[in-house]
């Protein structure tokens, strides 16, 4: 009997199903694990831009993460959307006390791409000193980086030079990914495991129907993670991922449109090869 493997993803809903937990759960369903959901906040949200932001309790939170701690022990967790410094010190004991920093990606989202704010900007330190120490992997996307780190990143030295600041903060593993650098035909993302850069690279699609690429990436890492994949390999399936999803990202409404999160699968399986 194979055993099945479960996903945590602790994160805000999009209620227009291309980011979020929403998009996690699509990804998780799609790689074949079990996926779950702690909610910490729901968000008003489609194609056009986010219209509101509504945060759960952190009690909240608290009690979905006992709910699941205590009956479905995860494999592999991811973070998204966290919003406050509140719900970020309630995920760090929660993770602390079900010993799940081993299995800890953090996406760490801060702005949406039409703008809005999704991680006040009092979290950001909270983000830094309570949850990366505790976290096996981090996605930021160039302007996380620079958040986070307070440099400016322009060069391919500069990305490095991040990666090892990043490094220094907690992660074994960092991810950065190079979306936000349209300067050249490549989409390329950096992973570093504090000896190594290894370089991901794919054609940039063009296309504005790029909304949740970010979530959509770090769920098909933490898939992997699940299923017991190492992170270059898991890396290397979340790149192959977001390609083919983006490649056949979906025109829906009058904004900026989703990612396809069956298209992987459905080349996968139309060429007979097992996810
Ligand atoms: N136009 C594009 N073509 C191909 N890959 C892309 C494109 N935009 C983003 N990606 C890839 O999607 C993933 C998420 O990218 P990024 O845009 O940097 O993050 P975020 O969505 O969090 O802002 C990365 O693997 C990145 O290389
Ligand atoms: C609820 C929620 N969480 C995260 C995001 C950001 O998702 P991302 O994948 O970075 O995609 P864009 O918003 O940048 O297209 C979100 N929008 N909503």
């Not at 970020?88 to 299995?103: C, E, L, M, S, T």
């Not at 160039?142 to 500069?158: K, Q, V, W, Y």
């Not at 390609?243 to 025109?251: G, K, R, V």
Request: net charge negative.
């Amino acid at each position: 009997m194979t055993s099945i493997r479960k996903a945590l993803t602790i994160a805000g809903s999009d209620s227009g199903g291309g980011a979020g937990i929403q998009a996690d759960l699509k990804t998780f369903q799609e790689l074949g694990v079990y996926g779950m959901s702690a909610l910490t906040a729901l968000t008003a949200q489609n194609t056009l831009g986010v219209q509101g932001v509504y945060p759960m309790e952190p009690e909240t939170v608290a009690a979905q993460l006992d709910s699941i701690g205590s009956d479905l022990p995860p494999d592999a967790i991811k973070t998204g959307m966290l919003f406050s410094s509140d719900i970020i010190r309630v995920v760090a004991g929660k993770v602390q006390q079900y010993g799940w920093q081993q299995k800890l990606v953090i996406d760490p989202v801060m702005v949406a791409k039409g703008g809005s704010q999704l991680l006040l900007q009092e979290a950001v330190q909270a983000l830094i000193t309570s949850l990366l120490p505790l976290s096996l992997a981090i996605t930021p996307n160039l302007p996380e980086a620079e958040m986070l780190t307070g440099m400016t990143i322009e060069s391919r030295e500069d990305r490095e030079q991040a990666a090892r600041l990043l490094h220094q903060m907690g992660p074994e593993y960092i991810i950065l990914k190079g979306g936000h650098d349209s300067s050249g035909d490549e989409a390329v993302d950096l992973l570093y495991d504090g000896r190594e850069f290894q370089y991901m690279s794919s054609p940039r699609i063009a296309t504005k129907h790029t909304h949740g690429t970010g979530c959509t990436f770090s769920a098909a890492v933490t898939a992997c993670l699940a299923l017991g994949r190492s992170m270059p390999e898991a890396v290397h399936t979340a790149k192959a991922f977001i390609q083919a999803a983006i490649e056949d990202s979906l025109n829906i409404g009058a904004g900026q449109g989703p990612t396809n999160h069956f298209a992987y699968g459905n080349r996968m399986r139309s060429r007979g090869i097992p996810l």
